[in-house]
């Protein structure tokens, strides 16, 4: 009988040892695609991958107020990327800010709002970056900051002042399961905050959570590679209190809704990362955002006036601005500023139009835009550039124009503050083969 039970025995173990091995590549394939699934939550590819360039291998310049920054290369090549990073080196980096070398990074990289993901996704996302990316061998470039500026000490301070520390932040008592995954969500991967939030003097933003205050998501305080981030809060005319939910969630989908479109850095933000948000998850961020109050009382609702659209329908051009717009602008925005639905934006009611900085407005008159194709909007829709045949006093009295029109109220724009947005841009970028004299 001994003879039959070794055998016997073996067989078990080793059958045991296969369904062991089985369900181990089973949950290792599993954490690659939750991964896969958290990076794009976390729009990693946005800032880790150059113009042309190899996903996650880093080298995109990123301004900021002291000088150029490269992303880093992300894959798992192990000399130049993050092949030799244990779990602890990848979440140090990802939710503390502090490099594999002990050094800090810059706060280009979102460790801030990243230090509220929890310890299961961070270890999904570390699955993903070693066994689901590509190693791509692209050594990393040094900062064009100068010294002393480009020392890193600093840095650490400045986390220790700043950054949160790392868990998960509690949701309100009140908030349902809903609203608790949106806000997960909007601090965390989405980081938000990041563009939507106004810094201090010292970089940091304002507020991390809507726990800190109604400045969380009020919009930017100053340019961002040009462009004006809005507010995500409840503001009528310049926030998100006329969207409803699902035309916030067709916004994350698809670029465009009812009442704007994607330009600049949310580009890329749709474009690589909410388009490809699950249902549920799309649903619980526009909840979430939805619950936000305004940052300010005294919200004033927004009224649509005609009396623009009459006007220039009965070809009365006499407003400053108004023939420019009747050249440039109506074929698409139409005289009454409604624009045609998911193709070309409204202007009439458009939180982007009457913002107080009207910068991103300047800056996309000047060189123009791409509505990108999403799956769920597959057409690609393109604003030509101004800058090359419309003169800085033209662009202002446009511009204006538009800010005062079919309900819109927000301020003039004068020349000057045109000009020093077209200083900003290449002649590239706004298709620039003037006429002696028409550039300013």
């Known amino acids: ?98 490099r594999k070398d002990g050094s800090s990074l810059y706060p280009a990289m979102p460790y801030p709002s990243y230090a509220a993901v929890s310890d299961q996704d961070m270890r999904d996302l570390y699955a993903y970056f070693m066994h689901g990316v590509k190693p791509v061998a692209q050594a990393n470039r040094d900062s064009a900051i100068p010294w002393p500026l480009s020392m890193r000490w600093p840095l650490a ?19 349902s399961p809903q609203i608790a995954r949106g806000a997960y969500l909007v601090e965390g991967l989405g980081h938000c905050g990041a563009c939507h939030t106004p810094r201090a003097i010292t970089m940091q933003e304002q507020a991390m959570t809507a726990a800190d205050g109604s400045r969380f998501l009020a919009g930017s305080s100053q340019p961002i590679d040009g462009w004006i981030a809005s507010s995500l809060r409840g503001e009528q005319r310049t926030g998100l209190g006329r969207w409803s939910q699902e035309q916030l969630k067709a916004f994350l989908q698809s670029g465009r809704n009812d009442h704007s479109a994607a330009f600049g850095g949310m580009s890329d933000v749709v474009g690589h990362s909410s388009q490809y948000m699950n249902e549920a998850d799309l649903d619980a961020i526009a909840a979430y955002l939805k619950s936000l109050p305004p940052a300010t009382a005294g919200d004033q609702a927004f009224v649509a006036d005609d009396a623009a659209g009459k006007a220039l329908w009965h070809g009365d051009d006499k407003a400053v601005g108004a023939a420019t717009y009747i050249d440039s602008c109506a074929a698409c925005h139409r005289t009454d500023g409604t624009g045609y639905q998911r193709v070309f934006p409204a ?29 769920k909007a597959p057409s690609t829709f393109t604003m030509p550039a101004f800058g090359w045949r419309l003169s800085d006093a033209e662009v202002a009295g446009v511009v204006s124009f538009i800010r005062a029109s079919w309900g819109n109220r927000a301020s003039a724009v004068d020349a000057s503050q045109v000009a020093r947005i077209r200083k900003t841009l290449t002649p590239a970028e706004m298709k620039i083969s003037p006429p002696a004299g028409k550039a300013g």
């Open 1 to 98: 009988m001994s003879s039959l039970i070794k055998p016997l025995f073996a067989a078990i173990l080793l059958a045991g040892m296969t369904l062991t091995a089985a369900a181990q590549a089973e949950d290792s394939a599993d954490a690659v695609a939750r991964g896969s699934y958290l990076a794009k939550v976390g729009d990693c590819v946005a800032c880790h991958t150059s113009r042309d360039g190899k996903e996650f291998a880093g080298g995109l310049a990123m301004a900021t107020p002291i000088g150029t920054i490269y992303s880093t290369n992300i894959t798992p090549d192990t000399e130049h990327g993050i092949g030799r990073f244990s779990y602890e080196d990848f979440e140090r980096a990802v939710r503390q800010g502090i």
């Open 157 to 175: 301070l400045w986390r220790k002042l700043f950054a949160p520390s790392v868990g998960v932040p509690a949701a309100p008592a009140s908030a």
């Open 347 to 375: 202007l009439g009611g458009n939180p982007v139009v009457m913002g107080e900085d009207p910068a991103s407005l300047i800056h996309i008159v000047l060189a123009g835009g791409t509505l990108g194709a999403t799956g």
